[in-house]
């Protein structure tokens, strides 16, 4: 690594690898965070766990602690509502079989966008995607990356902008959970859940009081895009709401989110704090949701 690569603050929260949707596998992520100066340390690639011993041996080694978690993505009128669960188990079986459910659900709305796509006229095949997402959960970022590969768009953001993101003509929806139900079955295998970028939630104010009802003991107050004044005003809503405020980069790889690992700051308080919110609050909401077919 470069000199002064170490320009990081020690605490990072909210970081993805090869496992989901990142570029970096999760090794090579832990080591890029250590240069840069981070201590403690959440891996939280989309639905899945896989990367998380693998990255905690690593942390091991060079004195990062890191903390297993996910990011669980909802699907409701509520906007872009994803749930961060800390401390959960990577060994919990019946945790695993639901994000195994989950990661189906993304294969399945992947492939159907290809299939819009290809009716569109913008050919990529599949088999390209999955060898870009390496294994990984798949997610519209390795959509937008074999876009931009095949010369379809400009560049990897303007795939999102002009085909796949909301409101474009290749989207698909998700078929997931509702935000209560991610709060609630984080709960139920023991986990802590924060709001992630609660930027992107519409009608905060309004969904917080059940989130908090369900279980949610966290909120993303310190992220990237955030201006001063949307960071003070989520701080100001945690604190009404008694949430643990945390903060991290939503790190990629690609230059997404514009932070670096241990781009932003969170506060070392939160934490004790989210850990003492381990298993401290029942969930009165159970994620009953009938499985559906997509
Ligand atoms: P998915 O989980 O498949 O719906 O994809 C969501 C991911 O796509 C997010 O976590 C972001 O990393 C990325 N993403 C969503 N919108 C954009 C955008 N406008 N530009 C770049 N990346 C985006
Ligand atoms: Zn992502
Ligand atoms: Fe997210
Ligand atoms: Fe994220």
């Given at each position: 690594m470069a000199a002064g690569v170490t320009t990081g603050y020690s605490i990072d929260l909210h970081t993805h690898s090869l496992r989901s949707d990142g570029a970096l596998g999760e090794v090579e992520l832990i080591r890029r965070a250590a240069a840069r100066g981070v201590r403690i340390q959440a891996l939280s690639d989309h639905d899945t766990l896989m990367g998380v011993a693998a990255a905690v041996a690593e942390g091991d080694r060079l004195g990062v602690r890191v903390i297993p978690a996910t990011e669980l993505n909802t699907e409701s009128e509520w906007g872009?509502?994803?749930?961060?669960?800390?401390?959960?188990?990577?060994?919990?079986?019946?945790?695993?079989?639901?994000?195994?459910w989950l990661r189906e659900n993304r294969g399945r709305r992947i492939e159907?966008?290809?299939?819009?796509?290809?009716?569109?006229?913008?050919?990529?095949?599949?088999?390209?995607?999955?060898e870009i997402a390496q294994g990984g959960s798949l997610g519209r970022p390795h959509l937008a990356q074999a876009l931009f590969e095949a010369g379809h768009v400009p560049t990897y953001d303007s795939a999102f902008v002009t085909l796949i993101s909301k409101d474009s003509p290749a989207y698909v929806s998700r078929v997931g959970?509702?935000?209560?139900?991610?709060?609630?079955?984080v709960r139920e295998h023991g986990g802590v859940p924060a709001l992630a970028h609660p930027g992107t939630t519409v009608g905060l104010d309004r969904l917080l009081p059940t989130l908090v009802e369900a279980g949610l003991a966290g909120m993303e107050c310190y992220y990237p895009s955030h201006s001063p004044s949307r960071t003070a005003y989520c701080l100001r809503?945690?604190?009404?709401?008694?949430?643990?405020?945390?903060?991290?980069?939503d790190f990629h790889g690609r230059g997404e989110h514009g932070a670096d690992l241990g781009?932003?700051?969170?506060?070392?308080?939160?934490?004790?704090?989210?850990?003492?919110?381990?298993?401290?609050?029942?969930?009165?909401?159970?994620?009953?949701?009938?499985?559906?077919?997509?």
């Open positions: 872009d509502v994803h749930i961060l669960s800390y401390f959960v188990d990577p060994h919990d079986d019946a945790l695993e079989e639901r994000l195994r159907l966008m290809v299939e819009k796509l290809n009716a569109l006229g913008y050919a990529v095949s599949l088999d390209r995607v999955r959970l509702a935000p209560l139900e991610a709060v609630a079955l809503l945690a604190a009404q709401w008694g949430l643990v405020p945390t903060g991290g980069s781009g932003v700051f969170v506060p070392p308080e939160c934490i004790e704090a989210l850990e003492s919110r381990r298993g401290g609050v029942r969930s009165a909401y159970h994620s009953t949701r009938v499985e559906g077919e997509l």
